[in-house]
Nanobody
Framework: QAQLVESGGGLVQPGGSLTLSCAAS????????IGWFRQAPGKEREGVSC????????YYADSVKGRFTISRDRAKNTVHLQMNSLKPEDTALYYC??????????????????WGQGTQVTVSA
């Protein structure tokens, strides 16, 4: 059974850091784009950062470039999102997703795949 399990969310002050982790199991990660989406109250879900698991092709939303870093650990079937210099506008429910999409569209177009349950990130003083 395919499963994505997120961890690492929480409350942090502006300028702080958090690392989100997504542990995948039950499916072949090499054909998927794995990444993070977020949804703030009253806003649409947006792609934050995605990685093509087979070749490390990476996408970042403009709003997080230079602050967030996505990486994968093939030995543990895990994808991490290191988030630095966090801002209040980064506050959202963050979802891990595995999507069957072309690398040119990953994080920007939804495709068939799997979703985690979500982990809350709150940036507040």
């Amino acid at each position: 059974q395919a499963q994505l399990v997120e961890s690492g969310g929480g409350l942090v002050q502006p300028g702080g850091s958090l690392t989100l982790s997504c542990a995948a199991s039950g499916f072949n990660l090499d054909v998927y784009a794995i990444g993070w989406f977020r949804q703030a109250p009253g806003k649409e879900r947006e792609g934050v950062s995605c990685i093509m698991y087979s070749d490390d092709n990476i996408y970042y939303a403009d709003s997080v470039k230079g602050r967030f870093t996505i990486s994968r650990d093939r030995a543990k079937n895990t994808v991490h999102l290191q988030m630095n210099s966090l801002k209040p506008e980064d506050t959202a429910l963050y979802y891990c997703a595995a999507q069957l999409v072309p690398r040119q569209t990953m994080c920007r177009i939804m495709g068939p795949g799997y979703w985690g349950q979500g982990t809350q990130v709150t940036v507040s003083a």
